[in-house]
């Protein structure tokens, strides 16, 4: 089977990511490139030897290109992946889903209407640490999950941007909607949700601008920091912390205390999973490194992806289960702005 894939957004997520992971994918067997600053669709087309569509609408219209990768900022993603849908293309939307609960629930509709696939790029659900975490919770080997932390930083946007400056449209309210909390808090309450098998329903939090400053060196509009207190649904309480002010090193770590010992993630670089048992016991797992933005390594989403495609397998990371990590974003976002708890 031959696919032809098509990606919206010429920034560095297709650059190091989609475009070489499809480029990988033995059954996709080219792709077209669209950005409204066509230098930069030109270039990547060069790279991955692929070609240029000069408008979405021929890009959409086109009736070879079987799958989109919507790699455009956020505030797009629900006008090209509901559009993508409508012309009949399976989507790999960048997360998050979007910036409203409305927008999501349109492009849910308009993943129902097409029967097409929907995936949402939540790529910590397919590392091997992650998911053998989640093996080790789900055998009960460890009683029952009792509480958590977890946390995602590192040095800025602005360090990993197309553009490496501050003008990166990361730091903008408009474009980005949510700051640290939607570049990588997303990600680890999709984690949690993935690992415990269970969804965040109540949440408290704090946020900042503490260090960040835009272009024109003000403080920037959204937060580089934010801290939360989370209840899931099963009763479960822990912690998160997200930041884009991690000047060192990056930090992608996780630490799930249950019943009969302690499962800590990505904590050690020499192991991925550290597991301490109740008496003492020390079992350490040595698995892949986790993927940083110093070290692009495959995530696996774009082949997890094809897959679905190719075999009419349901999605690994779903429109639902995005639109759940969305509503709390939400929730902590409203919690950090109105000092109170909020139910999600």
């Not at 032809?4 to 010429?10: D, F, L, N, S």
């Not at 060069?46 to 000069?54: I, K, L, P, Q």
């Not at 790999?92 to 308009?110: G, Q, R």
């Not at 601008?209 to 024109?216: G, S």
Request: hydrophobic residues 35%; charged residues 25%.
């Amino acid at each position: 089977m031959n696919i032809k894939a098509g990606i919206i957004g010429c920034g560095s997520i297709a650059k190091f990511r989609h475009a070489p992971e499809y480029k990988a994918n033995p059954y996709v067997s080219e792709i077209v490139f669209y950005d409204r600053n066509r230098e930069r669709s030109r270039a990547l087309a060069e790279m991955f030897n692929g070609s240029v569509a000069s408008t979405v609408e021929e890009l959409l219209a086109d009736p070879s290109v079987q799958v989109i990768s919507d790699c455009s900022s956020n505030e797009n993603h629900h006008v090209f992946s509901t559009r993508a849908l409508q012309s009949g293309k399976h989507v790999l939307c960048e997360k998050p889903i979007s910036l409203t609960i409305e927008h999501a629930n349109e492009m849910l509709d308009a993943q129902k209407k097409s029967g097409k696939k929907l995936m949402v790029d939540h790529n910590q659900r397919f590392t091997r640490g992650h998911q053998k975490a989640k093996e080790i919770i789900s055998n009960g080997e460890l009683g029952k999950v009792l509480t958590f932390r977890t946390t995602f930083g590192h040095q800025g946007p602005e360090h990993w941007g197309v553009n490496k400056t501050n003008s990166t449209w990361f730091f903008k309210k408009d474009r980005s909607g949510f700051g640290v909390a939607g570049d990588l808090g997303i990600h680890k309450l999709d984690l949690i949700h993935y690992l415990l098998d269970d969804e965040i329903e109540q949440v408290s939090a704090f946020q900042g601008a503490l260090d960040k400053l835009d272009e024109n060196g003000s403080p920037i509009e959204v937060c580089d920091n934010i801290v939360c207190s989370l209840k899931t649904r099963d009763g479960r309480l822990g912690t998160a912390s997200f930041s884009w002010t991690y000047y060192g090193e990056e930090d992608n770590s996780t630490i799930i205390y249950c019943e009969k010992g302690i499962l800590k993630i990505y904590h050690n670089p020499d192991y991925q999973i550290e597991v301490t048992t109740k008496d003492g016991e020390q079992i350490n797992y040595k698995l892949e490194s986790i993927q940083t933005n110093d070290n692009q390594t495959n995530t696996g989403v774009i082949d997890a992806f094809i897959d679905c495609v190719r075999l009419d397998k349901d999605p690994i990371v779903t429109g639902q289960d995005a639109l759940s990590s969305l509503k709390a974003v939400l929730g902590i976002l409203e919690a950090a702005e109105t000092y109170t708890v909020v139910k999600v």
